[in-house]
């Protein structure tokens, strides 16, 4: 017999209100999978996104030998 028929067997032994008792406790086991399977999940994207995103440029020092120079439309579009 495998665990699911054990189970079907003792919760029809169960008077009514107690099989209701069953069922709301494997709601919540099922909610409380539900939400810590998404919470991995997330982590999970978090981390992977961690990983593939580029260096920070922050406190890097960038230096402009002719800011007055007219910026060629290929330089221009690499900004957007």
């Known amino acids: 017999m495998n665990i699911e028929q054990i189970l079907i067997n003792k919760w029809r032994l169960l008077p009514p209100e107690k099989q209701e008792e069953v069922l709301n406790f494997v709601s919540f086991l099922e909610q409380n999978y539900i939400h810590n399977k998404s919470s991995e999940t997330r982590r999970n994207l978090e981390q992977e996104n961690s990983q593939l995103s580029l260096p920070s440029l922050e406190g890097t ?3 402009y030998e002719d800011p007055y120079e007219p910026v ?3 330089d221009w579009e690499a900004m957007m």
């Open 61 to 63: 020092l960038v230096y």
């Open 72 to 74: 060629t439309s290929e």
